[in-house]
C-alpha cells in the first residue's frame, strides 16, 4: 500500500484564482512528481523534484509552480487559474533510482470555471 | 524520445477469458518496465514492475513478459473478471528528467459478466 496523499480529490474554482494542489509521502522517498492527465490520453510529466530545495519543470509546458521545502511535501500552485488549467493532476514518489517503483496518490481533479 | 505505444487502445472480453494486453518501447536501453491499473477518475495502482535483466514478473493471475531486444512487452492476464474492468498503462522511465515515467496511453479493458 502506497503511503502517498493528495489533497483535494476534487477542485471547482472559477478564473484567476489562486491555488495550491497538496502532495504528501510518508516514505521517505527523495524522487518526486507531478503528471498531467487530460481524459483519454496519456500521463505528462510537468514537475520533478530530487529532494528538498531541488525543482525541476517537466516535458509538458506549465504555468503551474512547485516547492520542496521537505521531503515528505511537494506542492504545486497556480497563480491565476484559467480553463485550460482543467485537468487531473497526479503526484509520485519513488526510491532506489531508475530501477525503483513509482507511487501514485488519487489524483485531484482540477476543474476551472 | 521514448515513445511508447499500447495495443489495443480498448477491449472487451467476457468473464473467464485469458487475455493480453500488448505494449511496445522504441529504445530498448530501459531500466526497468511497469505496470499500473488505472479505474476511472483514480491514481494509478502499481501492478508489476520488470527490471531490464528479468524476462518476467508474476502476482496472481497477472503475468508480465520483457523483451528488450524487441523494444515489447506483454500483460497476460488469466480468467478475467469483472474487477479487472480497468484501464491498464505500461510505462518505461526517462534517461534523464529524475526518471519520470514515459507512458503509453493505455488499454481499456471490460469484462462483461
Known amino acids: 500500500e502506497a503511503d502517498i496523499y493528495q489533497t483535494p480529490r476534487y477542485l471547482v474554482i472559477g478564473t484567476g484564482k489562486k491555488i495550491t494542489l497538496e502532495c504528501s509521502q510518508t516514505?521517505?522517498?527523495?524522487?518526486m512528481y507531478w503528471y498531467q492527465q487530460d481524459p483519454g490520453m496519456e500521463l505528462h510529466l510537468i514537475h520533478y523534484?530530487?529532494?528538498?530545495?531541488?525543482?525541476e519543470k517537466g516535458d509538458l509546458s506549465s504555468e503551474s509552480t512547485v516547492s520542496r521545502i521537505r521531503t515528505e511535501h511537494f506542492p504545486l500552485t497556480l497563480e491565476s487559474a484559467r480553463p485550460s488549467h482543467t485537468s487531473q493532476y497526479l503526484c509520485a514518489s519513488s526510491d532506489e533510482g531508475p530501477v525503483g517503483i513509482q507511487y501514485f496518490g488519487a489524483g485531484t481533479r482540477l476543474s476551472v470555471l | 524520445k521514448q515513445e511508447v505505444t499500447q495495443i489495443p487502445a480498448a477491449l472487451s472480453v467476457p468473464e473467464g477469458e485469458n487475455l493480453v494486453l500488448n505494449c511496445s518501447f522504441t529504445d530498448s536501453a530501459i531500466y526497468n518496465l511497469q505496470w499500473f491499473r488505472q479505474d476511472p477518475g483514480k491514481g494509478l495502482t502499481s501492478l508489476l514492475l520488470?527490471?531490464?535483466?528479468?524476462r518476467e514478473q508474476t502476482s496472481g493471475r497477472l503475468n508480465a513478459s520483457l523483451d528488450k531486444s524487441s523494444g515489447r512487452s506483454t500483460l497476460y492476464i488469466a480468467a478475467s473478471q469483472p474487477g479487472d474492468s480497468a484501464t491498464y498503462l505500461c510505462a518505461v522511465p526517462t534517461g534523464d528528467s529524475g526518471y519520470a515515467l514515459n507512458f503509453g496511453k493505455g488499454t481499456s479493458l471490460l469484462v462483461t459478466p
Open positions: 516514505m521517505g522517498h527523495d524522487k
Open positions: 520488470i527490471q531490464s535483466s528479468q
Open positions: 523534484s530530487y529532494g528538498v530545495n531541488s525543482t
